[in-house]
């Protein structure tokens, strides 16, 4: 059975960093899509960035440049580097992978290419 389990969330102040991790359980390599998404209350959910197995990304307008997310595969383990973090990036920050084997490899720029998630990790940014 997959699981994704994430940690790194907190409370950090406008302009400072965090760094989320993603551990994929259940696989013995890592999904060809993987992406950080998140949701705040009251608004929808959305991605903040997503990547495919040989590294091709795509990341929400408002974290592009501030962003970084990245893959250890040796580790199973998706991260999100978070830099200059400001209020409205405070939310609830999933991780997400496609559900399916080693060959199966789904368009990541589709949402619903992401059928694992996992119980999400709090964000919260003070001004």
């Known amino acids: 059975q997959v699981q994704l389990v994430e940690s790194g969330g907190g409370s950090v102040q406008s302009g400072g960093s965090l760094r989320l991790s993603c551990v994929v359980f259940?696989?013995?390599?890592?999904?060809?899509?993987m992406g950080w998404f998140r949701q705040a209350p009251g608004r929808e959910r959305e991605r903040v960035a997503s990547a495919d197995r040989y590294g091709s990304s795509v990341y929400a307008d408002s974290v592009k440049g501030r962003f970084t997310i990245s893959q250890d595969n040796a580790k199973n383990t998706l991260y999100l580097q978070m830099n200059s973090l400001k209020p409205d990036d405070t939310a609830m920050y999933y991780c997400a992978a496609n559900s399916g084997d080693y060959y199966y490899t789904p368009s990541c720029r589709e949402i619903a290419s992401f059928g694992v998630w996992g119980q999400g990790t709090q964000v919260t940014v003070s001004s």
């Open positions: 259940g696989y013995t390599y890592m999904p060809y899509c």
